[in-house]
């Protein structure tokens, strides 16, 4: 049986426009200026508050010379991923809502069937 990993944070592409930021030297408003986008919107986007448009791509694109498919792929798996940690979250606590904690065999019989760890 093949387990879709699912990662324990999801990376939002502003990280790696903070991280181009960095690496070049330059700084936020720099880029908003030769971009055309508003700071805030520039500033909400590196910290996580907004995603990643396609306006935003190709302006990015333009400006730091990374392709608009790159920006919208980082952004999809994004939003994937927080999909999946989410699920994934709702069904650990369903399964800690349903189990009763002093059924030690099934407990040990669900570890067992799922490869969990035993605290």
């Known amino acids: 049986m093949n387990k879709k990993q699912i990662p324990f944070v999801a990376t939002h592409p502003g990280e790696l426009i903070r991280d181009e930021l960095r ?21 909400d986007t590196i910290h996580g508050k907004r995603s990643i448009s396609i306006g935003v791509a190709k302006a990015l694109e333009k400006a730091l010379g990374i392709p608009v498919y790159i920006w919208i792929n980082l952004q999809t798996q994004y939003d994937l991923d927080s999909a999946n940690i989410i699920k994934k979250n709702i069904e650990m606590e369903t399964i800690r809502i349903t189990i009763p904690s002093t059924d030690k065999t099934l407990i040990k019989e669900l570890s067992r069937k799922f490869g969990w760890a035993m605290a």
Do not use: D, N, P, V
């Open 23 to 43: 690496e070049r030297h330059m700084t936020q408003k720099a880029l908003a200026l030769e971009t055309g986008i508003k700071a805030s919107i520039l500033c």
